[in-house]
């Protein structure tokens, strides 16, 4: 079993910044990625951005391409998702989840069943 706690999300304003942290802990040794998601009010789950677990590689959606990062530290086994230059449209409860099973498609990265833990999530709110 993995836990996942995620923290630091909150309400800022357009253009603002905010950076959330993932720490995971309990089995996760055989972790594969780790990746973000969000869901808006009355939509459904969407990939934001993923991490292998070495941090060598990342996978970002378009939509948050060149304003988002994610990174690892792997000595604190926490997952981090730097968010600049935040618009109203980035308003969502966010996720961390992680992927033990190994990973052949670039595709499973991005698709929520695919994750095997999940945390509780954290709201953002942008505010224009």
């Known amino acids: 079993q993995v836990q996942l706690v995620e923290s630091g999300g909150g309400l800022v304003q357009a253009g603002g910044s905010l950076r959330l942290s993932c720490a995971a802990s309990?089995?996760?040794?055989?972790?594969?990625?780790m990746g973000w998601f969000r869901q808006a009010p009355g939509k459904e789950r969407e990939f934001v951005a993923a991490?292998?677990?070495?941090?060598?590689?990342?996978y970002y959606a378009d939509s948050v391409k060149g304003r988002f990062t994610a990174s690892r530290d792997s000595g604190k086994n926490t997952g981090y998702l730097q968010m600049n230059s935040l618009k109203p449209e980035d308003t969502a409860v966010y996720y961390c989840a992680v992927r033990q099973r190994p990973v052949y498609t670039t595709v499973v990265i991005t698709t929520a069943f695919e994750y095997d833990y999940w945390g509780q999530g954290t709201q953002v709110t942008v505010s224009s």
């Open positions: 991490i292998n677990w070495g941090g060598t590689s990342t």
């Open positions: 309990g089995r996760t040794f055989s972790s594969r990625f």
